[in-house]
């Protein structure tokens, strides 16, 4: 855990989820991302928190592919706690591409 109190000066992609008709638009670029397996993409709205449940295939792609850069990168995500165990819990994937080469 890391705490820090500015963001970072270069962000590369920013899904905030604030249109809920709009969930993979990226305010980095401006641009509209996709949302696949859209019935599994919901918009979420926690104590004035805006986010999106994910499960099963849903994916967001970004509008433009990033470069992760060798010498070190943050990943940034909030996760409404807490996440539900048992026989149905899975890994959620957070950062995936379509090979080993693309992640």
Known sequence: VILVDVLPSNELAHLSFE??????F??????HGLVLNALRVKA?????KAGVNVTEDGCLLL????????SGWTLSCWILAPIHG????SARHLLDGGSAEER
């Open 19 to 24: 249109d809920p008709k709009s969930l993979a």
């Open 26 to 31: 990226d305010s980095v670029t401006q641009k």
């Open 44 to 48: 979420v709205n926690v104590r004035g």
């Open 63 to 70: 509008p433009k592919p990033v470069t992760l850069h060798e």
């Open 86 to 89: 048992g026989a149905r819990a």
